[in-house]
C-alpha cells in the first residue's frame, strides 16, 4: 500500500479562490472583512508568518493592517490598543502574534481581544463554546485539520483518533472538535507508557509534538490515516513528526511536511474573519 497524499497547499488554494468570490460579494453590500495583526519586536520568523498572513489577507480581497511594535512596549500600552480595536467599527479579526515577550501576559492579552474579534479562536468563551459543540470561531489549524479530514471523504464518526501532543494550540483542541465529530478520541504526551500501543490502534493519527521522525511506518496501523503537524528544521530542510518515507507505505491517507497542515492554518485564520465581518454586521 502507498498512500494517497493530502496536499494542504491546494486544498488551501481552492478554498482561498471560495472565499475571494465570496469577499466579492459582502463588498456588494458594503461589508469589508478586515484582518488587524499585531506583533512586538523583529523577530524575522515571526515576520515572515504575520506578512504571510496580510498577504493571503490581502489575496481574498479582505482589507488587512500590521501594527508592528518595539519589544519594550508595556503590557498596559498592549492592553490600551487591543481595547482601541476591540471599538473599532471597521476592524473584524485581531491577531496579536504569539508568544508576546516575557513582561506581557500572553493569557491576558488573548482574554482582552473580545469573542467576536477573536479570530485566532484562544478566548475562553471561545473554547468553551467549542466544547460544548456551539457554533464559535475554532482555533485556525485544529480547524485545518478538520476540513482536510472532511474533504478527502474521510469518516470520522466512530473512528479511533490518536492525538500525539497536547498543546492548547493543537492537541487539546483538534481532539475536541473530533469528539464533536462522535469519533473516539486518545491523547497521547510525553508522560505516556508505551506509546506505540496507542498509535496501533488508531484509524487516524495526529502527530503533533515538535519532534522529528518521532513516528514511522512500524508505528502506525495498516490504512491508518496520517496528519502530520509537526514543523522541524533538521539539516537546513523542513521536517514533520513523522517519517514520511516509511509511513506512507503503511498509511492510507498522509499529509506531507511541508505542503500539508501548513497552509491550511493561515486559511481557516481568514475563514475566521470573513464569518466575524458577516456576524458583527448582522448584530
Known amino acids: 500500500m502507498t498512500a494517497e497524499v493530502i496536499y494542504g497547499k491546494q486544498l488551501a488554494e481552492d478554498l482561498r479562490q471560495e472565499m475571494k468570490e465570496e469577499v466579492s460579494a459582502l463588498h456588494t453590500k458594503d461589508i469589508r472583512p478586515k484582518l488587524v ?12 508568518y504575520v506578512k504571510g498572513k496580510q498577504r493571503a489577507s490581502e489575496k481574498v480581497g479582505m482589507d488587512s493592517d500590521l501594527i508592528e511594535l518595539p519589544v519594550e512596549t508595556s503590557e498596559r500600552e498592549l492592553l490600551d490598543l487591543i481595547e482601541k480595536l476591540n471599538q473599532d467599527p471597521t476592524v473584524h ?5 504569539l508568544p ?9 492579552i488573548i482574554e482582552a481581544i473580545h469573542p467576536d474579534k477573536d479570530v485566532d479562536g484562544f478566548h475562553p468563551a471561545n473554547v468553551g463554546k467549542m466544547m460544548t459543540g456551539q ?8 480547524y485545518g485539520i478538520l ?19 497536547r498543546s492548547n494550540l493543537v492537541g487539546k ?15 497521547c504526551h510525553s508522560r505516556t507508557k508505551d506509546m506505540q500501543s496507542h498509535t496501533k490502534q488508531a484509524d487516524i493519527l495526529i502527530v503533533a509534538a515538535g519532534k522529528p521522525s518521532l513516528i514511522s511506518g512500524e508505528d502506525i496501523k495498516e490504512g491508518a490515516v496520517v496528519i502530520d503537524v ?16 516509511s509511513a506512507k507505505e503503511v498509511a492510507s ?31
Do not use: W, Y
Not at 100 to 108: C, G, M, R, Y
Not at 135 to 142: A, G, H, I, L
Not at 147 to 165: P, W
Not at 173 to 187: C, I, M, R, S
Open 147 to 165: 476540513v482536510m479530514l472532511k474533504r478527502a471523504d474521510i469518516t470520522l464518526e466512530g473512528k479511533h483518533v490518536v492525538i500525539i501532543g
Open 253 to 283: 491517507h498522509i499529509t506531507p511536511v511541508p505542503k500539508g497542515v501548513g497552509p491550511m492554518t493561515i486559511t481557516m485564520l481568514l475563514h475566521n474573519t470573513i464569518k466575524a465581518a458577516k456576524r458583527i454586521h448582522n448584530q
Open 93 to 97: 479579526g485581531i491577531l496579536v502574534q
Open 135 to 142: 457554533d464559535t470561531f475554532f482555533p485556525c489549524t485544529p
Open 230 to 245: 509537526g514543523v522541524n528544521r533538521v539539516d537546513g530542510k523542513l521536517t514533520g513528526d513523522v517519517d514520511f518515507d
Open 37 to 48: 495583526v499585531v506583533i512586538l519586536g523583529e523577530d524575522p520568523a515571526s515576520m515572515s
Open 173 to 187: 483542541p483538534v481532539g475536541q472538535l473530533l469528539l464533536n465529530e462522535n469519533a473516539t478520541v486518545t491523547h
Open 100 to 108: 508576546v515577550p516575557d513582561h506581557i501576559s500572553d493569557q491576558k
